[in-house]
């Protein structure tokens, strides 16, 4: 085990306009689970791929432990990955899918298999290591590529959206498992994915890039509660944070005719007018008082349902998001008026997005 560090990694790819990878800089403890996440495009995958040695960098450095590993080729890195494709060889069995980097590495038969058999028990597969793994669900053959790493006991463990080959439900359930598996082994873990809903729930942190910038880093409550930016307010939470560009008045912002009070130094930065205030939809009170929502659909969910419709402010539509009650949603085509809570408003800078509250 072990802890890794990007000092100022960036990579650029010839004939593109900015950097993949734009001057990098995290540490990550020893044991952490951090997971890295953003939009397609954001440079996550191919920020894993230099760790794995499998992508040249093209400035700064990368640490495993205190050693540079920048110019160490992939197989000296001590390191693990599981691919989203899972990479089984089809002619293999289980126990030889699991065990074959071992065999190729010269190591004792016995060990070997006292290796495979471990692993198998910890991801429930001991039934299945003689089966090929056309035999196997999606969910089984991801555990196989899990014990693949697992058996060579790696200082760290890469993982490039490995659950995105599977159903909504058995995803759930198995990003449950890697999350329990990650704390009983602690072993440090770099996990990628788009899906910000399983970089919350997994994670011990979550690093948000956007564009090869890091936007981002924190525990999933910081990103949740206190978002550096509109970009991450608005890509952090399911459903997200409501951006709404709305008219400042004496004290604060309105909602419709009421004054939501605002901090002083964030009303000092407004243009033209405006600020733009996030909001999440658990936050916004429906009542008699603030903008009018249109409401154009209702998704509900059983205790709770959301209201996605549209507000008039600034003088054009603009989308929101209400939490409301499961058993007392109004009806699509209706008006209700939603107010924030002041004490959960965030407040971000119209020009380049940075929180200012």
Request: glycine share 8%; aromatic share 4%; hydrophobic share 40%.
């Amino acid at each position: 085990m072990a802890t890794v560090v990007y000092d100022r990694v960036t990579r650029a790819y010839p004939g593109t306009p900015r950097p993949a990878v734009d001057a990098l800089d995290l540490q990550i403890a020893d044991g952490e689970f951090l997971v890295l996440v953003g939009p397609s495009g954001c440079g996550k995958s191919t920020s894993l791929r230099m760790l794995a040695g499998l992508e040249d960098i093209d400035g700064g450095r990368i640490l495993i432990g205190d050693r540079d590993v920048s110019d160490v080729s992939p197989k000296d890195r001590d390191i693990a990955m599981v691919f989203q494709n899972y990479a089984l060889y089809p002619h293999m069995s289980v126990a030889e899918n699991m065990g074959f980097a071992l065999k190729i590495a010269g190591m004792d038969k016995t060990e070997l298999r006292s290796r495979v058999e471990d692993a198998a028990r910890v991801l429930d597969l001991t039934e299945y290591l003689d089966r090929k793994p056309k035999a196997l669900s999606g969910g089984q053959r991801q555990r196989v590529a899990m014990g693949r790493a697992i058996v060579r006991r790696p200082q760290v463990f890469l993982m490039d959206e490995p659950l995105s080959n599977l159903d909504a439900k058995l995803r759930v359930q198995t990003r449950t498992q890697i999350a329990s598996l990650q704390r009983r082994l602690g072993v440090t873990t770099v996990y990628v994915t788009h899906d910000q809903v399983e970089a919350m729930t997994m994670a011990d942190r979550v690093a948000v890039l956007k564009d090869g910038l890091l936007q981002q880093v924190g525990t999933p409550r910081d990103l949740y509660d206190r978002p550096a930016n509109s970009f991450v307010a608005g890509f952090i939470g399911s459903p997200a944070m409501n951006l709404l560009r709305l008219p400042v008045a004496d004290g604060g912002v309105l909602f419709g005719s009421h004054v939501v009070p605002v901090q002083a130094a964030a009303l000092a930065e407004a243009r033209e007018g405006s600020l733009t205030i996030g909001v999440r939809p658990e936050d916004l009170a429906v009542g008699t008082e603030g903008l009018s929502v249109r409401v154009e659909v209702v998704e509900e969910l059983g205790a709770d349902a959301f209201a996605y419709g549209q507000v008039d402010a600034q003088g054009a539509p603009q989308p929101v998001v209400v939490r409301v009650d499961g058993r007392a949603v109004p009806e699509k085509g209706t008006e209700v008026r939603v107010l924030a809570r002041p004490e959960r408003l965030h407040v971000f800078a119209d020009s380049d997005g940075r929180r200012l509250t």
